[in-house]
């Protein structure tokens, strides 16, 4: 097994839950190469994803924000979700990112992902999963996205982040 989340996921099977494996800084350009790679995201929306991998390799103890990366070569990501536990709830995680490259949309790389990100959910013991996306959230591929993996629309805000752009929360 070469691809690092992966691995992780391979040695929480064998011995339990524990701490997963860090980030390293040599992860923080290939995330921001793909975060670039995408036109939909803003300049601020790149700042604020860049904002939790400086978060994670400031604090390495932390487990406020988890990683899991796709496969790719040494200097390209296929992809990456983010997620962490929700504070002051018992078993509520929060997915805040998930990406995939552009050349490998519709490729199941987001699927496998979140796949990955539900084994370690699982192995902790399950809890609830949300996720908050806007309504145009990379031309409306976020929504289409959740609901083909079977995520409930459980709320929806309207005009949330302009006019005709909703708030729309999965779980
Ligand atoms: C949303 C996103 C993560 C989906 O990634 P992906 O790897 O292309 O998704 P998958 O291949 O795993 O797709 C799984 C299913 O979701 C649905 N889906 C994914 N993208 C879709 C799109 N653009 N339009 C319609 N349905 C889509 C399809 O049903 C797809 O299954 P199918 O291809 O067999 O029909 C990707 O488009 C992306 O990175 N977008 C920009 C960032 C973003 O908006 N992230 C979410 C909020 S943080």
Known sequence: VTERGLSVVLDGAASGPKPRAPLSPH?????????????????????????????HLAHPGSDDYRFILGAGAPERLSGYLCYGRTPLTRSTYDLYWIVTSPDLARADVARGLLTRMEGEIAREGGGLIRMETGR????GAAVHFYD????????????????????????
């Open 27 to 55: 992860d923080r350009p290939r995330i921001a190469a793909l975060l670039e790679s995408l036109a939909v995201f803003t300049d601020d929306e790149r700042a604020v994803a860049l904002e939790l991998v400086d978060h």
């Open 136 to 139: 145009r959230e990379g031309h």
């Open 148 to 171: 083909a993996v079977g995520f409930t629309r459980t709320a929806t805000i309207p005009d949330f982040y302009a006019p005709g752009d909703d708030l729309i929360i999965f779980t």
